[in-house]
Nanobody
Framework: VQLQAFGGGLVQAGGSLRLSCAAS????????MAWFRQAPGKEREYVAG????????DYADSVKGRFTISRDNAKNTVYLQMNSLKPEDTAVYYC??????????????????WGQGTLVTVSS
């Protein structure tokens, strides 16, 4: 599975962005997906995850109530709607796919495929 994330950019605090992650390759397979992010000088951290059917979603406490993960399996695309952005949301955002159709947790090791990342910068 090849993943390509896009939609990042520069936004003022309080603004919104929507990230997209398009999957190609083994698109006939069912897989859970997630978004992670990595700020400069920090480790990559979990943001949100979603099962194949979207029956389960999960969020890091830091983004709960502000971010929404969703997916359109007909388009092989996962989205991350980010509202009320804060400067501390500044990071490179990565999408990831699991080999399982079930929600695959908040650890990096739960995911087998990774996109190249898209930069989100939130100015104060």
């Amino acid at each position: 599975v090849q993943l390509q994330a896009f939609g990042g950019g520069l936004v003022q605090a309080g603004g919104s962005l929507r990230l997209s992650c398009a999957a190609s390759g083994r698109t006939g397979s069912n897989y859970a997906m997630a978004w992670f992010r990595q700020a400069p000088g920090k480790e990559r951290e979990y943001v949100a995850g979603i099962s194949w059917t979207a029956s389960r979603t999960d969020y890091a406490d830091s983004v709960k109530g502000r971010f929404t993960i969703s997916r359109d399996n007909a388009k092989n695309t996962v989205y991350l709607q980010m509202n009320s952005l804060k400067p501390e949301d500044t990071a490179v955002y990565y999408c990831a796919a699991s080999g399982s159709l079930y929600y695959s947790g908040s650890f990096l090791r739960g995911y087998d495929y990774w996109g190249q990342g898209t930069l989100v910068t939130v100015s104060s």
